[in-house]
């Protein structure tokens, strides 16, 4: 699986912004899908993910009410809308696709800057 994250930018604090991730192969709706990011200067945390098989989401519970994972699996996309966003959101953001557990992917992205202004 490849995938190819896009969507990221400059934005100031309360805004949105919305990321895709787009995965090329044929099994795309039989992985987990997951986003992750890494703000400089700290470890890539997990922010969400979504599971195909049963429908099942997950948070951080920084972003919690705030962010939304979803999923079109008939285009391989899997997308994260930011709202509210605050400075401390600022990291570059990877999608990540893994067979079972998303909190160890199998393949990554490349990553997306977001960056949230004061």
């Known amino acids: 699986v490849q995938l190819q994250a896009f969507g990221g930018g400059l934005v100031q604090a309360g805004d949105s912004l919305r990321l895709s991730c787009v995965a090329s192969?044929?099994?795309?709706?039989?992985?987990?899908m997951g986003w992750f990011r890494q703000a400089p200067g700290k470890e890539r945390e997990f922010v969400a993910a979504?599971?195909?098989?049963?429908?099942?989401?997950d948070y951080a519970d920084s972003v919690k009410g705030r962010f939304t994972i979803s999923r079109n699996n008939a285009k391989n996309t899997v997308f994260l809308q930011m709202n509210s966003l605050k400075p401390e959101d600022t990291a570059v953001y990877y999608c990540a696709a893994a067979w079972s557990d998303i909190r160890s992917p199998n393949f990554w992205g490349q990553g997306t800057l977001v960056t949230v202004s004061s």
């Open positions: 192969g044929r099994t795309f709706s039989t992985y987990v």
């Open positions: 979504s599971s195909w098989s049963n429908g099942i989401t």
